[in-house]
């Protein structure tokens, strides 16, 4: 997924920021499976890369086992909703945060004091926007994408972290005191063209993976994200939740499923 992400969005790059040459210190908001800031280290090793994110799935080991740290500093267990992320001020010349979607959430509402501090040089943000679009009449608000999408919506935002991104993300970012150099929006089908299958296709490709990550039984991913939301914000049982999202999955993994997201 990491691949197909950047192979489309930033051209086979790891950013689209042209940086300064020498040693730069550099921040991965969000680091996720820790690939993209080990992958940064290998581009620019004589850099300093620094890695914060809520959980700890960074890399510890190789292939073989052996203990591994890739030169990247990991700081996990950071909490995105202090002020204080246990970092210096203006310190760092570029920023990345990858699906994150929390971190726009609170540049549209003012919670960047940390973010805003830190960089003194470039950030890019890369999102995939969960909303399921439709440009065919074809998803009636009584259909199961529809009310699982509403459903989803109201849950995120009882709880102040509302799934709907933002339509004015340039004028949130500029209102924040950036200036906004490059903005991309990519279609990402949730079907695949079966007579079609050209894997050197960047549109195919990130399909692909969109749809492994999505639909392979082992990943349960909108069940992942249904579950604790439906079930703890509007008091749904967990059986009526999983029912929902085995129709929905059902919906979106059809052959001419006409939904598709925004990254």
Partial sequence: MHNAWYNVALDNR?????????RLRILDIGYGTGIWAVEMKKLYPDSEITAIDIGNDHPTVDEDGYQVHHGVDWRPGVDFMQDDWGLKDGSFDFIHAG???????????????????????????????????CDVAT???????????????????????????PADIEAIIQRA??????HRVIDVQTAEDLFNLNADDPQICI???YRIFMFTPAYKTL???????LT????????????????????????????????
């Avoid at 003012?110 to 999102?127: D, I, N, P, R, W």
């Fill in 14 to 22: 790891l950013h689209l920021a042209t940086l300064r040459p020498g």
């Fill in 99 to 133: 699906m994150l979607h929390s971190f726009v959430e609170a540049l549209e509402t003012g919670k960047t004091s940390s973010a805003e501090s830190l960089v003194s040089g470039q950030a890019e943000f890369l999102e995939l926007d969960w909303t399921p679009r």
């Fill in 139 to 165: 998803s009636p608000s009584s259909s199961d994408v529809s009310r699982w999408w509403h459903a989803m919506q109201i849950a995120s935002t009882s709880i102040g972290k509302p799934l709907d991104y």
């Fill in 177 to 182: 005191g950036c200036t906004v150099l490059n």
């Fill in 207 to 209: 399909t692909h993976w």
């Fill in 223 to 229: 069940n992942g994200m249904s579950m604790a939301l």
């Fill in 232 to 263: 703890r914000q509007l008091g749904w049982t967990p059986a009526d939740v999983a029912a929902l999202v085995v129709r929905v999955n059902y919906q979106l993994n059809l052959t001419h499923s006409p939904y598709y997201h925004n990254l």
